[in-house]
């Protein structure tokens, strides 16, 4: 499977963002998908988390509350959306895919995007 991001952008603080996770080559719907950010200096941390088996999700501290991992419906497609949007959110945020949800944990055997870049500025 291959994973494109797209849907970053710049942002003004309290904005909205809506990320997207398409995949080609494989139904997504075999995987486990996190989404991942890393911002300048700062190593990669786990954002958010959807399984593939029961659908259970997962959320960072930091955007528990603010964001919605969710499947598309046929479209082969997960989706972050991301609101009330702080400075500390800017980062390159990647998706990737596991087999389950604690290869995600443990970013072993994970296929990754190639990012797509959030600046949250006024």
């Known amino acids: 499977v291959q994973l494109v991001e797209s849907g970053g952008g710049l942002v003004q603080p309290g904005g909205s963002l809506r990320l997207s996770c398409a995949a080609s080559?494989?139904?997504?719907?075999?995987?486990?998908i996190g989404w991942f950010r890393q911002a300048p200096g700062k190593e990669r941390e786990g954002v958010s988390f959807?399984?593939?088996?029961?659908?259970?999700?997962y959320y960072a501290d930091s955007v528990k509350g603010r964001s919605t991992i969710d499947r598309g419906e046929a479209d082969n497609t997960v989706y972050l959306q991301m609101n009330s949007l702080e400075p500390e959110d800017t980062a390159i945020y990647y998706c990737?895919?596991?087999?389950?949800?604690?290869?995600?944990?443990?970013?072993?055997?994970?296929?990754w995007g190639r990012g797509t870049q959030v600046i949250v500025s006024s």
């Open positions: 990737a895919a596991g087999s389950t949800l604690n290869t995600l944990v443990s970013r072993q055997g994970l296929i």
């Open positions: 080559g494989r139904p997504l719907d075999n995987y486990a």
């Open positions: 959807i399984g593939n088996s029961d659908g259970h999700t």
